[in-house]
């Protein structure tokens, strides 16, 4: 059974965590290290848009900045995302390009890599399916959003899975207009998002999702995850480009 090194849950502000999936990327494209599995937490809670889209346009600073909740830019595509410290646990996966759990079919990509969220929703009693392009729906409703770039020989993918839902900081963090946000547009939402603790309607913990997630990959995709950490290399790595990047406006206000 094929080895994938797992660097367990972690919480980290939003430059570090973008600047880590990186430098995994950039290890694993010299050779440095193994395939990576990663989980991690965003502490302060975040919003990220996707490499395409513009950050005034899709974001409010000044409500992110007034409450101290980080922006940043991915480099992976799709849309805006909040990321709620206390609501959502987010994982990343590197693999070479032309690995089997990473076909050149963007589509069957996701659908394989995303079989690891369904099967850990499954080890919590929830029955999950993956929903072209790129979501884990539950009951009718998103319970995980991915996303994926392919550079420098290998293929990234991360994505989110909420343990709890609050619409109205996230209507907040984006570009909704405060005199547009009613009680419908936030049924509305409740209406097509949704969290393991609603599909539960229980107090599920982090470690307890944490546990389920790290299951899920292994079996969904057939390996056998071994603890690790970072090396030297990487974390210095990533130190750097968190602070020529992620970290600052040309970057993540650059459209």
């Given at each position: ?101 990473a076909p050149d079919d963007i589509l069957e990509s996701y659908r394989v890599l995303c079989g690891g ?72 939402v409740k209406e097509r998002v949704t969290s393991v603790r609603d599909l539960l309607e229980r107090e ?52």
């Amino acid at each position: 059974m094929e080895e994938i090194r797992f660097l367990d849950l972690d919480t980290n502000n939003a430059h570090t965590n973008m600047a880590i999936d990186e430098s995994i990327m950039l290890a694993l494209k010299d050779g440095l290290v193994p395939p990576t599995l990663r989980l991690y937490r965003w502490n302060p809670s975040a919003v990220s848009i996707g490499t395409f889209q513009g950050m005034t346009e899709e974001v409010d600073l000044d409500f992110c900045r007034s409450r101290e909740i980080d922006y940043i830019r991915r480099i992976t595509g799709g849309g805006a995302v909040y990321h709620d410290y206390e609501g959502e646990i987010t994982y990343s996966i590197i693999l070479p390009r032309g690995h089997k759990l990473a076909p050149d079919d963007i589509l069957e990509s996701y659908r394989v890599l995303c079989g690891g969220v369904v099967k850990g929703l499954e080890h919590l009693g929830i029955e999950a399916e993956f929903k072209p392009i790129n979501d884990v729906i539950a009951g009718g409703k998103k319970v995980s959003g991915n996303a994926q770039t392919r550079r420098h020989s290998c293929v990234l993918q991360h994505g989110t899975t909420l343990l709890d839902l609050d619409v109205e900081t996230m209507f907040s963090v984006l570009k909704v207009p405060q005199e547009k946000i009613s009680d419908k547009m936030i049924a509305d939402v409740k209406e097509r998002v949704t969290s393991v603790r609603d599909l539960l309607e229980r107090e599920v913990k982090f470690d307890e999702l944490r546990e389920a997630l790290a299951v899920g990959f292994a079996e969904a995709l057939d390996v056998r995850l071994v603890p690790g950490s970072m090396t030297v290399s990487e974390i210095e790595s990533a130190e750097r480009i968190a602070s020529e990047r992620y970290s600052r406006d040309e970057w993540n206000l650059k459209r």
